[in-house]
């Protein structure tokens, strides 16, 4: 029950849940005189945050960060852990394991295991449903499934199937290392989560943790371009994709806030 409303509750403070939340009080306060003021409110709420200028400024901050803490050049690890998020199960009518935006992450750590940088693949991540008896396999065997199909031997993959959350991955790799006796850990995940998957990595391990940031939303050379009327316009046009993207960004440091209370990061 808690890791269930661990899920449900932040989206009440998330753009979309809050600002519907308004409208629906407002809605219920019709006569009142304040009614008008909160609904407004309630709409800025998600018009604002759904302004791609103001998602992607949210973003770069995330990923400008994510890239400063990534090394320029990568030392060899005993390890290299791809943090799940990134796999979808295949579908009835699909051909296998399927990716999302995120499965940059696995695609990553099997290029570097492909590079020498250690010589064991950790795919991770637990099934998170709230079915009865969800046949579905967790990501981590499904990762486990696409990285041999990419060429990675059954002997150098290794799962952490039981981690629902990113402290949780922390707590099991942390474990796993004391058992194998590794030193080094290099860490691979979206830009976006690098900064609460570090903080939580090391604050939870004693495993030195080398971070590998990947799958960046954002395009570097778009920051270079001269500046337009035209795109300015339409960056201030609010969009679901912007809304998803700030949505996102929140939930990092709402993360990041929570594991802190904690002490998981």
């Given at each position: 029950?808690?890791?269930?409303?661990?899920?449900l509750l932040?989206q009440?403070?998330y753009?979309?849940g809050l600002?519907l939340?308004?409208?629906l009080i407002?809605?219920?306060?019709?006569?009142?005189r304040?009614a008008l003021?909160?609904?407004?409110?309630?709409w800025?709420v998600?018009?604002?945050p759904a302004?791609?200028?103001?998602?992607?400024?949210?973003?770069r901050?995330?990923?400008?960060?994510a890239?400063?803490?990534?090394p320029?050049s990568?030392p060899?690890?005993?390890?290299v852990?791809?943090?799940?998020?990134g796999?979808r199960p295949?579908?009835?009518?699909?051909?296998?394991?399927e990716?999302?935006e995120?499965?940059?992450r696995?695609l990553?750590?099997?290029?570097l295991?492909r590079?020498g940088?250690?010589p064991v693949?950790i795919?991770?991540?637990?099934?998170v449903?709230?079915?009865?008896?969800?046949p579905?396999a967790p990501?981590?065997?499904?990762s486990q499934?696409?990285?041999?199909?990419l060429g990675v031997?059954?002997?150098?993959?290794l799962?952490?199937?039981?981690a629902r959350?990113?402290?949780?991955e922390a707590?099991?790799?942390?474990?796993?290392a004391a058992?194998?006796g590794?030193?080094?850990l290099?860490?691979?995940?979206?830009a976006f989560h690098?900064?609460r998957?570090?903080?939580?990595f090391?604050?939870?391990s004693e495993l030195q943790i080398?971070?590998v940031?990947?799958?960046?939303?954002?395009d570097?050379?778009?920051?270079?371009?001269?500046f337009?009327?035209?795109?300015l316009?339409?960056d201030?046009i609010p969009s679901?994709?912007a809304?998803?993207?700030?949505t996102q960004?929140?939930?990092?440091?709402?993360?990041?806030?929570?594991?802190?209370?904690?002490g998981q990061?």
């Amino acid at each position: 029950m808690g890791f269930f409303l661990s899920k449900l509750l932040p989206q009440l403070i998330y753009p979309l849940g809050l600002g519907l939340l308004l409208q629906l009080i407002a809605i219920g306060g019709r006569k009142q005189r304040w009614a008008l003021p909160l609904s407004i409110t309630g709409w800025l709420v998600i018009a604002v945050p759904a302004m791609p200028v103001v998602s992607d400024a949210l973003l770069r901050q995330l990923e400008d960060q994510a890239a400063s803490l990534t090394p320029k050049s990568l030392p060899e690890a005993d390890a290299v852990l791809v943090l799940g998020g990134g796999i979808r199960p295949a579908p009835a009518k699909g051909q296998g394991v399927e990716v999302n935006e995120a499965g940059d992450r696995l695609l990553c750590g099997v290029r570097l295991w492909r590079q020498g940088k250690a010589p064991v693949l950790i795919t991770s991540g637990a099934r998170v449903s709230f079915t009865l008896n969800d046949p579905i396999a967790p990501e981590a065997v499904l990762s486990q499934q696409l990285a041999q199909e990419l060429g990675v031997p059954a002997s150098a993959l290794l799962l952490n199937e039981k981690a629902r959350t990113t402290a949780e991955e922390a707590q099991r790799i942390n474990q796993l290392a004391a058992e194998q006796g590794w030193k080094q850990l290099i860490l691979v995940t979206s830009a976006f989560h690098m900064p609460r998957a570090l903080a939580s990595f090391k604050r939870q391990s004693e495993l030195q943790i080398i971070p590998v940031a990947c799958d960046y939303q954002l395009d570097p050379q778009h920051q270079n371009q001269a500046f337009s009327w035209g795109e300015l316009l339409i960056d201030l046009i609010p969009s679901s994709d912007a809304l998803d993207q700030t949505t996102q960004v929140l939930k990092e440091h709402l993360g990041l806030l929570v594991y802190q209370l904690r002490g998981q990061a």
